[in-house]
């Protein structure tokens, strides 16, 4: 079992930053990658960003890139989501999880955390 916390989100003006934090505790030694996901009212999660926990090799969604960027502290079992640029539209609740991004699974997920950019 892997157990995901995410923290850092909040109300910000259109242009603003923030970083989104994900804890992740349990059994990670069996994750090959940590991602972000969002999820709007009324719409679908979508896939933000992943990391590889081996190599850090990253993928982000085209409506994201150049804005955000994912990283990570390994000795502290911790992803980080560098959110910069934001845009109304960048407003849902951000999920963080463990899986594998070239197989498409992803397996364990965090409660998510809140979003909101202002115009």
């Known amino acids: 079992q892997v157990q995901l916390v995410e923290s850092g989100g909040g109300l910000v003006q259109a242009g603003g930053s923030l970083r989104l934090s994900c804890a992740a505790s349990?059994?990670?030694?069996?994750?090959?990658?940590m991602g972000w996901f969002r999820q709007a009212p009324g719409k679908e999660r979508d896939f933000v960003a992943s990391?590889?926990?081996?190599?850090?090799?990253?993928h982000y969604a085209d409506s994201v890139t150049g804005r955000f960027t994912i990283s990570r502290d390994n000795a502290k079992n911790t992803v980080y989501l560098q959110m910069n640029s934001l845009k109304p539209k960048d407003t849902a609740v951000y999920y963080c999880?463990?899986?594998?991004?070239?197989?498409?699974?992803?397996?364990?997920w965090g409660r998510g955390t809140q979003v909101t950019v202002s115009s």
């Open positions: 349990g059994r990670t030694s069996s994750s090959y990658a």
């Open positions: 999880s463990t899986g594998d991004y070239g197989l498409g699974l992803w397996d364990y």
């Open positions: 990391i590889s926990l081996s190599d850090g090799t990253t």
